[in-house]
């Protein structure tokens, strides 16, 4: 069956300005994660997400950062004022519940912020 | 707090041999530890996983991972490398309860090379 899909693949935006990536889990999955992976490092726990709410979001770095999933399924995370730091490949995961089940990638969407 | 510790950020083998890739873990409480490979272009995939039970843990492609609580290590092994292994391999470990159950504290990753 499908895979977690991330889009775009790659963006490239200027400092000050706002971008959004979407994420669309595994279908049935009802928690979904970002994560942010900067170079030379590796993913960092931004948001989980299980099903509409944000159940933890402790690892989204300041207010600039902010993830919805309305439906339970599609999620995506929005950037406001990006700044040259922001730069990095943000990866989606999927799972099928909270806990020890398996989180599934997705191929991650590179931001470059110039 | 978990946090997780690869030794080497590169490892280098030939075709054929042992594959060690070292991964040690700072927890509270025993975590449920992961390891996972990822190939240029690709998402990360799950190689194995240890919760709970037998320590020795077998996953995919010929890996395996032994979970020792009083080293808290959890390095992974095979015994002949492919030159389809070379891939960036990461560590990572998960909480057992509440707010960090599910949420993955990864390393900084091991790139391995094999040579033919």
């Known amino acids: 069956g499908a895979g977690v899909s991330q889009t775009p693949s790659n963006k490239v935006t200027e400092k000050g300005k706002y971008v959004e990536l979407r994420c669309d889990p595994i279908?049935?999955?009802?928690?979904l994660y970002w994560y942010r992976q900067s170079l030379g490092q590796g993913p960092e726990f931004l948001i989980y997400?299980?099903?509409?709410?944000?159940?933890?979001d402790s690892g989204l770095p300041n207010d600039r950062f902010f993830a919805v999933r309305p439906e339970g399924s599609v999620s995506t995370l929005k950037i406001q004022r990006t700044e040259r730091g922001d730069s990095a490949v943000y990866l989606c995961?999927?799972?099928?519940?909270?806990?020890?089940?398996?989180?599934?990638f997705g191929p991650g969407t590179r931001l470059t912020v110039l | 707090a978990q946090s997780v510790t690869q030794l080497g950020s590169h490892v280098s083998v030939s075709e054929g041999a042992l594959v060690l890739l070292r991964c040690n873990y700072s927890?509270?409480?025993?975590?449920?530890l992961f390891w996972y490979v990822q190939y240029p272009n690709q998402g990360l995939q799950l190689l194995l996983k240890y919760t709970t039970g037998a320590t020795l843990v077998k996953g995919i492609n010929g890996f395996e991972a032994e979970f020792k609580k009083s080293e808290t290590s959890f390095h992974l092994t095979k015994p002949s490398a492919h030159m389809s292994d070379a891939a960036e391999y990461f560590c990572a470990v998960s909480g057992v309860r509440g707010s960090t159950l599910g949420r993955l504290y990864f390393g900084r990753g091991t790139q391995l090379t094999v040579w033919p």
């Open positions: 279908s049935g999955h009802t928690a």
């Open positions: 997400f299980q099903g509409t709410g944000a159940a933890d």
């Open positions: 995961a999927s799972s099928n519940s909270q806990g020890i089940d398996t989180q599934y």
């Open positions: 927890s509270s409480v025993p975590p449920y």
